[in-house]
């Protein structure tokens, strides 16, 4: 038997357009994101039902901005529900354009945020912000974020819950271009992060380590190299074993090391465009979300593998026209979730739309998913 994805609209917006959105989970019915509407601002919002319900959302912070940065991991989530973080660039859209990386905290599950500009400045680029956290209280908080005048992707850390912030610089230079960078933290040292890099013919990704909070670096070139790359996610299963998918012109692919991150092997997950995706894992199966060209119209897909990567299970997972942009995938022992919008010209019935697509269940996904990593026995 086949198992249904079920999707439905939460939020739309009726002055502009929904650009980017980042989700978090704590269980089968606590969900917590964090989206724009460009014309706008910035909101908050979370489900106690699963995402049947919502609360009205949370204002962060007002005004029209250019907010490409929020995607995937830009939102964190206490285990009691009660402390948030958020992070996110914030271009203005008059002149001079200031831009800037900000950190928004609540300490009362989501009712009001305070901001800090972590980084600001005029035409400098700033963007591709993602977060980290080390440990369940929040104290060690890790960002990281790209700077285009001059070129360079940097961590930026705290100790103390936000309080104060140490910023080292990854790397510099040619390579340190491109955009969608990802951040796990294994330790309060032990810091990972991929991301990719554009010269003036060809794209590539790139993985990064450190092993004492950013003062060196060890890095990576995967030595994949595209004529275009539309994104990458990063889940580190433990020090050795790292995982990143990425979207390239025409196919999605995935990468996995086996030591450490010195080295990458790569399979074919679809054949397909894709435009962002987002990677999770659970009981050793791996999650990777994703948008396709369907020819008239963009629509969600989610793909699975349950042997770390070696071969892929596609799936149509929402076909609302023009949806499946910048999705946000959170995988937990009986559920999936993924956060995505509508866009483009696409998108005539619904232009403006926030989309939660998900599976919730009683029995394990693992079980749930089974059927479809049967073997077939012929006789």
Same mark, same amino acid.
């Given at each position: 038997?086949?198992?249904?994805?079920?999707?439905?609209?939460?939020?739309?917006?009726?002055?502009?357009?929904?650009?980017?959105?980042?989700?978090?989970?704590?269980?089968?019915? /606590?969900?917590? *994101?964090?989206?724009?509407?460009?014309?706008?601002?910035?909101? +908050? !919002? =979370? &489900?106690? %039902? $699963? #995402?049947?319900?919502?609360?009205?959302?949370?204002?962060?912070?007002?005004?029209?901005?250019?907010?490409?940065?929020?995607?995937?991991?830009?939102?964190?989530?206490?285990?009691?529900?009660?402390?948030?973080?958020?992070?996110? /660039?914030?271009? *203005?859209?008059?002149?001079?354009?200031?831009?800037?990386?900000? +950190? !928004? =905290? &609540?300490? %009362? $599950? #989501?009712?009001?945020?305070?901001?800090?500009?972590?980084?600001?400045?005029?035409?400098?680029?700033?963007?591709?912000?993602?977060?980290?956290?080390?440990?369940?209280?929040?104290?060690?908080?890790?960002?990281?974020?790209?700077?285009?005048?001059?070129?360079?992707?940097?961590?930026?850390?705290?100790?103390?819950?936000?309080?104060?912030?140490?910023?080292?610089?990854?790397?510099?230079?040619?390579?340190?271009?491109?955009?969608?960078?990802?951040?796990?933290?294994?330790?309060?040292?032990?810091?990972?992060?991929?991301?990719?890099?554009?010269?003036?013919?060809?794209?590539?990704?790139?993985?990064?380590?450190?092993?004492?909070?950013?003062?060196?670096?060890?890095?990576?070139?995967?030595?994949?190299?595209?004529?275009?790359?539309?994104?990458?996610?990063?889940?580190?299963?433990?020090?050795?074993?790292?995982?990143?998918?990425?979207?390239?012109?025409?196919?999605?692919?995935?990468?996995?090391?086996?030591?450490?991150?010195?080295?990458?092997?790569?399979?074919?997950?679809?054949?397909?465009?894709?435009?962002?995706?987002?990677?999770?894992?659970?009981?050793?199966?791996?999650?990777?979300?994703?948008?396709?060209?369907?020819?008239?119209?963009?629509?969600?897909?989610?793909?699975?593998?349950?042997?770390?990567?070696?071969?892929?299970?596609?799936?149509?997972?929402?076909?609302?026209?023009?949806?499946?942009?910048?999705?946000?995938?959170?995988?937990?022992?009986?559920?999936?979730?993924?956060?995505?919008?509508?866009?483009?010209?696409?998108?005539?019935?619904?232009?403006?739309?926030?989309?939660?697509?998900?599976?919730?269940?009683?029995?394990?996904?693992?079980?749930?998913?089974?059927?479809?990593?049967?073997?077939?026995?012929?006789?």
């Amino acid at each position: 038997m086949a198992y249904n994805w079920t999707s439905s609209t939460i939020f739309s917006s009726p002055t502009y357009q929904i650009g980017g959105q980042s989700l978090y989970a704590l269980d089968n019915n /606590n969900l917590f *994101i964090f989206f724009t509407d460009w014309n706008t601002g910035l909101y +908050f !919002a =979370k &489900s106690t %039902d $699963g #995402g049947i319900t919502w609360s009205t959302p949370v204002l962060v912070e007002s005004g029209e901005v250019w907010t490409w940065g929020i995607r995937n991991r830009s939102i964190w989530v206490s285990s009691n529900g009660q402390t948030i973080y958020l992070t996110y /660039n914030w271009w *203005i859209t008059e002149e001079p354009y200031p831009q800037t990386i900000k +950190f !928004a =905290k &609540s300490i %009362d $599950g #989501g009712s009001s945020f305070s901001v800090t500009t972590l980084i600001s400045g005029d035409d400098i680029y700033v963007s591709n912000s993602a977060i980290d956290v080390y440990g369940s209280t929040g104290e060690y908080i890790y960002i990281v974020y790209s700077q285009e005048v001059p070129n360079k992707i940097c961590l930026v850390y705290s100790t103390d819950s936000g309080s104060n912030w140490t910023t080292k610089i990854v790397r510099s230079g040619i390579n340190a271009t491109g955009f969608l960078y990802n951040i796990k933290a294994l330790s309060t040292s032990k810091i990972y992060i991929s991301g990719n890099f554009s010269t003036t013919s060809s794209w590539g990704c790139w993985f990064a380590k450190t092993s004492d909070s950013g003062d060196t670096w060890a890095y990576t070139d995967t030595g994949l190299v595209y004529d275009s790359m539309l994104g990458d996610a990063l889940y580190v299963k433990d020090e050795n074993t790292i995982f990143i998918a990425i979207c390239a012109a025409s196919t999605v692919k995935f990468l996995q090391s086996t030591n450490g991150g010195s080295s990458f092997t790569s399979v074919q997950i679809d054949s397909v465009r894709g435009y962002a995706i987002s990677m999770w894992s659970v009981a050793n199966i791996l999650f990777v979300a994703y948008p396709v060209s369907g020819g008239s119209q963009y629509f969600l897909k989610i793909s699975y593998s349950n042997n770390d990567g070696v071969s892929w299970i596609n799936e149509n997972a929402d076909t609302f026209v023009g949806c499946g942009y910048n999705p946000s995938l959170w995988v937990g022992s009986t559920n999936v979730f993924t956060l995505h919008n509508t866009g483009g010209a696409l998108a005539v019935s619904c232009r403006n739309c926030l989309r939660l697509t998900k599976i919730i269940s009683s029995l394990p996904i693992s079980s749930i998913l089974m059927y479809k990593f049967r073997p077939v026995v012929l006789v």
